[in-house]
């Protein structure tokens, strides 16, 4: 068990590796190797009139004219024992871990993620509890019930479910809701200690619209999941040894069936937490993925790095917990 | 200007419409609250005038403050915020109407005294006045302001850069963080502790101007050191306003409260307040629904209103009462690019001045309270504004038969292909470029349309000759308000072929006529108004002439005056917009 | 990303035997697997219908934008001036004769328009993007499922941190430092060739993981044991033997991968690093319609309803093809 569980770090940190050394040859690689020179790259970041003093300063500042691979060595030096950052006459120890610091408010990025995540996850977690609960439940009657009226019309509204895209539901929520109907008022995302009450308020019709979709997927694929499994030949066997039919679906059924949507729920949630762009973006929520959008749209490089690191890692802890929990519940997996 | 909401000064719409406004509200000082209010009383009057304190003013915003280091901001909002908490040498009278135009001493005791060569320009401080830790101000601090301000690059890239530009540096002094040692710096002398002088390297007429810039206020040299200097100094202003900053978290809010050690003789500020609260990084419409439902009284980005708002304000008789519609001191312009085939050829320029569609581009503004469609240079708000229309297109709407005749002269009689640029996260600019694209290939001008991010838009991307030619940018969406509210400031950084440096130039059509760049250096040395005033006229009409600019509109805000707002009023000064540093709420 | 995978429950697919009994009941004479596919998929109604809708859809791409005018035709006559909104019309929609669906605001350009020459880009972009998937995820899946060992273990892992990445920031990331000109192409045209690359490139694991395991028990079939010991060699026995029997998984995931790259490319729209106005696309313009829904909600409703019935149509025709083509997902 334990060698396992190591095993299963041993890749997540080799997978890690992989996307930041990915992700910063995207942020820094290919602005050069598509002809930008470093002058180009150091005047976005000055305000005012370009001087040669002035750019020589900003390269000094970003670094821009270091080798790609002695920035990648510091970069991961900084997470692992921070660094020195100059700031004209100051110097700012950025501890470990250290993410670099944000080229056009000088915040550190670490700081950044820590201000957002709380928005992402609640919006994430929210609504991943919401789809899971309601796909599964919907998925499951409709396979047990199959041909009903219950599956037909569950299965069709799935159906619309995938098939409608997530920022036009947003949208059209916050139109007939907020301002037609004036059920709710627009979503404002508030702090939970600040008052649990407006920011569960703010946070329905985000949970509502995200989980739908999701809820529409997972439906579906439980469905397809249950229907499968209960055709299986030891689940013949189990009702054939007379067990009580509601013990045959739970203990059997269920549980073969739900295993490939743990899986996949591991890795949505992992995706998710590290932004839920389009969500944040229709509900103008400022989270992680709005802060990565900003940061792609402001060239603020260290920004959407972490951003997307915090998400790799993310998906790569999410990853390592279901595998986790296979292992604990199939003692099988431990040894393929 | 390099940026939008950057700095813009505008008088009042002169004439006519300023005529219109004060008769339809009967006169600047009538006392009440909202109930009597009208449109486009703010831009006259001071509305609600009151004496009436306490509470808390919440202040939205959907970016962010270039900075609150009134060392190292640029945008009009700013410098307007930064009233709040810090007193420049001189600064714009805090009345109604297009009297705030009028430079007025602040922490000076007087105007600037210009020697006769106008090469020397002294200042005297007003005694008594303290920091909020309790020190008082001293010429030193005003020195090392502007020494950290202009001569820091690696540091403060923010801010303009005026005083570097105009005053003498006989030892190439480096700034306060490579050489803390002030004597070194001798573009500021300070022979007194009450005694600032300037000595520039050119004679500049209109120095009093340079003195309203945030970057006069003074900052002690002790504070800005170590961690808490530099960049961190934002985070840490020492206030010499009504408030003081308690905090500032960038893309989250800023917090000021009541400063005890201000000087309450500044006759400029009001301390009403309690406390301020900005919060940023809220969402447009966000903003716009807040100031109306009551939880929050105004929005200090200073844009205005957007779509859906300018809709249910503009339709609604009791909103409409509480909204003004300024000028904003903004021109929306296109350049064309005089280095770009086939715009080389002056009849190709003046092909697409007759052919677009500033009709579209209006709507794309907002409609007519967006802006009114201009075809001078300098916006009617200028003292210098003179008007003219050499190139009339039926209001506006376009004129493809006199475009042809032109493209016809210019051996082009089928049209060509060429590029236009706008900042990306400007979707007004966007529709404003799809606007220009459909009216050119009317007349067989093919435009492919380009983006690029605002910051370092002017820097790396308009703004560098090389940058332009590679691209092909024949075409480029630009706004532009002056620095400060002269022919000079509007014209000089757009016009002057003097301007032109490297990268990083606002006179993005590349205008190199040495007849112009002979009439800037003159001007600066007259030192009576109205004749400068008649230079600059003559330079808008060599531009024109030139047809290297083609301008759109003489831009106008819609703001929602929220009536619980106490002296509330446009300040010419900062853009047009709501005068932060009198603001109360009434009871 | 996740591929749908079940179906409606519909009665008529839901019968697989009893179809398969009718069918062999009347005629004695053989069928192929795709004839008795097709004869299930025609009883399919709904996905008939989906299907139908499909055609209509691609035609409407192909002959739309020339029966539809302009899409980028200003009416600014149509818009009042002061409001900046259109004058008239069912709530300020701007819809008469000559705009069925309105006018866009702020310019006035025709909504008709803008959504048919839309689908254009959409189906363009969607139906590229899948077949350079489906290239990669065939190839791969065939090589890493034929030829197994350390070749398997690589394909397989490169294949888990490809489903690992967070896709979507990635396309961001990319879009956003990609330079504006690149490869002779540039604007519009190196935009819609790089989307179809991203979009592309990242979403071929999907498919590659379901022929990995298609291969992997095809391998072990008769029929190619019989092959390679008449002594075939890898190239014959992957293209000859492997991949006629890997068809209909293959057509049954392209088409519901197609509904899923729509909604990408119009997402990627959305945020604004997508296909580059005034080029019209309909996430594009809710990108434009979110700041202004409140007063024109018309401009957020039809290019949603547009991106709606299209991948619903594509969903409906994959369900039911994948039900037709594949006995077991019908059981």
């Known amino acids: 068990m334990i060698r396992y569980i190591i095993r299963r770090l041993l890749v997540a940190v080799l997978l890690l590796a992989i996307i930041s050394l990915v992700t910063f040859g995207i942020f820094f690689l290919l602005p050069k190797l598509a002809g930008q020179s470093t002058d180009d790259l150091a005047a976005r970041y000055l305000g005012r009139e370009v001087t040669p003093e002035g750019l020589a300063g900003v390269k000094a500042k970003l670094g821009l004219e270091d080798p790609f691979l002695v920035r990648y060595w510091e970069f991961i030096q900084g997470i692992f024992v921070?660094?020195?950052?100059?700031?004209?006459?100051?110097?700012?120890?950025?501890?470990?871990?250290?993410?670099?610091?944000?080229?056009r408010t000088n915040e550190p990025v670490m700081d950044l993620l820590l201000d957002r995540a709380p928005v992402t996850f609640s919006i994430a977690l929210g609504a991943a509890i919401l789809w899971l609960v309601a796909g599964v439940a919907i998925g499951v009657v409709s396979a047990l019930k199959r041909g009903s009226f219950f599956d037909r019309a569950a299965m069709s509204v799935a159906l619309a479910g995938v098939s409608l895209p997530m920022f036009f539901t947003g949208l059209v929520s916050i139109w007939l809701v907020c301002r037609q109907l004036k059920l709710l008022p627009t979503p404002r995302y508030h702090e939970f200690f600040d008052n649990p009450a407006l920011w569960a308020q703010a946070l329905i019709l985000p949970w509502i619209t995200l989980a739908f979709l999701y809820a529409a997927m997972y439906a579906r694929l439980t469905r397809a999941g249950m229907l499968e499994t209960m055709g299986e030949d030891y689940i013949r066997t189990a009702r054939a040894k007379g067990l009580p039919e509601r013990s045959v679906i739970t203990r059997h059924g269920l549980r073969s069936a739900l295993t490939p949507i743990i899986t996949i729920f591991g890795l949505d949630i992992g995706l998710l937490l590290g932004g839920a762009v389009i969500t944040e973006t229709t509900f103008s929520f400022a989270g992680l993925g709005q802060l990565m959008l900003q940061g792609i749209t402001r060239s603020d490089l260290p920004v959407a790095l972490g951003v997307t690191m915090a998400t790799g890692l993310f998906v790569i802890i999410a990853n390592l917990v279901v595998d986790i929990l296979y292992a604990v519940a199939d003692p099988r997996v431990r040894l393929a | 200007m390099r940026r939008t909401t950057r700095r813009g000064i505008a008088v009042l719409a002169t004439g006519v419409s300023a005529a219109l406004v004060l008769a339809a509200c009967g006169g600047g000082d009538d006392e009440g609250g909202g109930g009597s209010a009208t449109f486009n009383q703010g831009n006259t009057s001071i509305v609600n005038p009151s004496d009436s304190k306490g509470g808390t003013l919440r202040m939205l915003r959907t970016g962010d403050f270039d900075s609150t280091d009134p060392g190292n901001m640029y945008y009009a909002t700013a410098w307007n915020f930064s009233r709040l908490y810090a007193r420049s040498l001189l600064t714009f009278k805090s009345v109604g109407g297009q009297g705030n135009l009028e430079i007025t001493p602040d922490l000076?005791?007087?105007?600037?005294?210009?020697?006769?060569?106008?090469?020397?320009?002294?200042?005297?401080?007003?005694?008594?006045?303290?920091?909020?830790?309790?020190?008082?101000?001293?010429?030193?601090?005003?020195?090392?302001?502007?020494?950290?301000?202009?001569?820091?690059?690696?540091?403060?890239?923010?801010?303009?850069?005026?005083?570097?530009?105009?005053?003498?540096?006989?030892?190439?002094?480096?700034?306060?963080?490579?050489?803390?040692?002030?004597?070194?710096?001798?573009?500021?002398?300070?022979?007194?502790?009450?005694?600032?002088?300037?000595?520039?390297?050119?004679?500049?007429?209109?120095?009093?101007?340079?003195?309203?810039?945030?970057?006069?206020?003074?900052?002690?040299?002790?504070?800005?050191?170590?961690?808490?200097?530099?960049?961190?100094?934002?985070?840490?202003?020492?206030?010499?306003?009504?408030?003081?900053?308690?905090?500032?978290?960038?893309?989250?809010?800023?917090?000021?409260?009541?400063?005890?050690?201000?000087?309450?003789?500044?006759?400029?500020?009001?301390?009403?307040?309690?406390?301020?609260?900005?919060?940023?990084?809220?969402?447009?419409?966000?903003?716009?629904?807040?100031?109306?439902?009551?939880?929050?009284?105004?929005?200090?980005?200073?844009?205005?209103?957007?779509?859906?708002?300018?809709?249910?304000?503009?339709?609604?008789?009791?909103?409409?009462?509480?909204?003004?519609?300024?000028?904003?001191?903004?021109?929306?312009?296109?350049?064309?690019?005089?280095?770009?085939?086939?715009?080389?050829?002056?009849?190709?320029?003046?092909?697409?001045?007759?052919?677009?569609?500033?009709?579209?581009?209006?709507?794309?503004?907002?409609?007519?309270?967006?802006?009114?469609?201009?075809?001078?240079?300098?916006?009617?708000?200028?003292?210098?504004?003179?008007?003219?229309?050499?190139?009339?297109?039926?209001?506006?709407?376009?004129?493809?038969?006199?475009?042809?005749?032109?493209?016809?002269?210019?051996?082009?009689?089928?049209?060509?292909?060429?590029?236009?640029?706008?900042?990306?996260?400007?979707?007004?600019?966007?529709?404003?470029?799809?606007?220009?694209?459909?009216?050119?290939e009317k007349v067989g001008i093919k435009v492919n349309i380009k983006n690029y991010p605002e910051d370092g838009y002017t820097g790396g991307v308009v703004g560098d000759p090389k940058f332009v030619q590679k691209n092909q940018l024949g075409l480029m969406i630009y706004g532009w308000a002056a620095d400060f509210p002269s022919g000079f400031g509007f014209l000089q950084q757009i016009t002057d072929p003097g301007a032109l440096k490297g990268t990083g130039s606002s006179n993005i059509s590349h205008i190199d006529l040495p007849d112009i760049a002979k009439k800037f250096q003159d001007v600066v040395q007259l030192k009576d108004e109205a004749e400068r005033n008649k230079v600059y006229q003559e330079i808008d009409k060599a531009v024109m002439e030139d047809a290297s600019i083609i301008p759109m509109l003489y831009a106008k805000n819609l703001y929602y005056r929220n009536p619980k707002m106490t002296n509330v009023f446009i300040n010419y000064g900062y853009s047009g917009m709501i005068d932060y540093a009198n603001l109360g709420l009434a009871k | 990303m996740t591929a749908p995978i079940e179906t409606t429950g519909s009665e008529a697919q839901a019968q697989p035997e009893a179809v398969l009994a009718g069918i062999e009941r009347k005629a004695i004479q053989g069928r192929s697997l795709g004839q008795i596919a097709w004869l299930r998929l025609k009883r399919d109604k709904v996905a008939m219908g989906g299907g139908i809708l499909v055609v209509l859809l691609i035609l409407m791409a192909i002959v739309g934008p020339f029966l539809v005018g302009d899409p980028n035709q200003p009416h600014n006559d149509l818009i009042d001036p002061m409001l900046s909104r259109p004058k008239t019309g069912f709530m300020h929609s701007g819809m008469s004769a000559d705009h069925w669906l309105g006018v866009d605001l702020p310019a006035g350009r025709d909504m008709l328009s803008r959504i048919v020459n839309g689908a254009k880009y959409s189906l363009l972009i969607s139906f590229l993007a899948t077949m350079l998937a489906v290239v990669l995820g065939v190839v791969f899946g065939v090589i890493a499922g034929y030829f197994g060992g350390w070749v398997d273990t690589l394909i397989a892992r490169t294949m888990d941190i490809f489903l690992a990445f967070p896709l979507l920031l990635f396309a961001i990331a990319l879009v956003g430092v990609f330079p504006n000109s690149a490869f002779g192409l540039e604007g519009n045209g190196l935009r819609v060739a790089f989307l179809i690359f991203v979009i592309g490139f990242f979403s071929w694991p999907y498919i590659g993981r379901i022929i990995r395991g298609q291969t992997l028990s095809l391998r072990e079939r008769e029929f190619v044991d019989a092959a390679r010991s008449m002594g075939a060699r890898a190239p014959y026995i992957l293209f000859r033997e492997l991949l006629p029997n890997l068809w209909a998984p293959i057509l049954v995931y392209a088409t519901l991968m197609i509904p899923t790259n729509i909604i990408f490319e119009a997402s990627l729209s959305f945020l604004g690093v997508g296909i580059i106005p005034p080029t019209p696309s309909w996430g594009g313009m809710l990108n434009e319609a979110k700041e202004v829904y409140e007063i024109a909600p018309h401009f957020m409703f039809f290019p949603g309803m547009a991106i709606f019935i299209t991948v619903l149509a594509f969903n409906l025709f994959g369900d039911g093809l994948r039900d037709a083509l594949d006995p077991r997902s019908s059981r």
């Open chain 1, 82 to 103: 921070g660094t020195d950052y100059k700031f004209g006459t100051s110097v700012t120890h950025c501890p470990a871990p250290c993410l670099g610091y944000s080229y």
């Open chain 2, 108 to 440: 000076a005791s007087g105007l600037g005294q210009p020697s006769a060569d106008l090469k020397t320009w002294t200042y005297k401080l007003r005694p008594g006045v303290k920091f909020s830790d309790g020190t008082p101000v001293t010429s030193k601090d005003v020195k090392y302001a502007i020494a950290r301000s202009n001569y820091s690059p690696e540091v403060m890239e923010k801010g303009p850069v005026y005083f570097r530009q105009y005053l003498s540096n006989p030892n190439k002094y480096k700034g306060p963080y490579k050489d803390p040692n002030l004597d070194n710096f001798k573009g500021v002398e300070t022979p007194d502790d009450q005694t600032v002088v300037f000595k520039l390297s050119q004679p500049f007429a209109e120095f009093d101007y340079l003195a309203t810039i945030p970057q006069t206020a003074p900052v002690p040299q002790a504070a800005d050191a170590g961690a808490k200097g530099g960049v961190n100094y934002a985070k840490g202003v020492v206030s010499t306003g009504p408030y003081k900053l308690d905090s500032y978290e960038p893309g989250k809010s800023i917090k000021l409260s009541k400063n005890p050690n201000w000087d309450a003789s500044d006759t400029n500020r009001k301390q009403l307040l309690d406390n301020i609260e900005v919060q940023l990084g809220v969402a447009p419409d966000e903003v716009d629904n807040r100031q109306m439902d009551g939880s929050a009284e105004i929005d200090v980005a200073g844009n205005g209103v957007n779509a859906a708002a300018r809709s249910k304000l503009l339709s609604d008789p009791e909103l409409k009462k509480n909204a003004d519609n300024p000028n904003s001191g903004f021109l929306w312009y296109t350049a064309i690019s005089r280095q770009v085939e086939p715009f080389t050829n002056k009849d190709c320029r003046i092909a697409v001045q007759y052919a677009v569609d500033k009709t579209g581009y209006q709507n794309a503004y907002g409609g007519t309270t967006g802006g009114d469609i201009a075809s001078t240079v300098m916006p009617p708000s200028l003292k210098a504004h003179q008007k003219f229309d050499l190139y009339p297109n039926n209001n506006g709407k376009g004129d493809p038969v006199k475009a042809k005749e032109h493209l016809a002269k210019c051996g082009k009689p089928n049209g060509f292909t060429t590029n236009i640029s706008y900042r990306t996260e400007r979707p007004k600019e966007k529709a404003a470029a799809e606007s220009i694209k459909a009216s050119l």
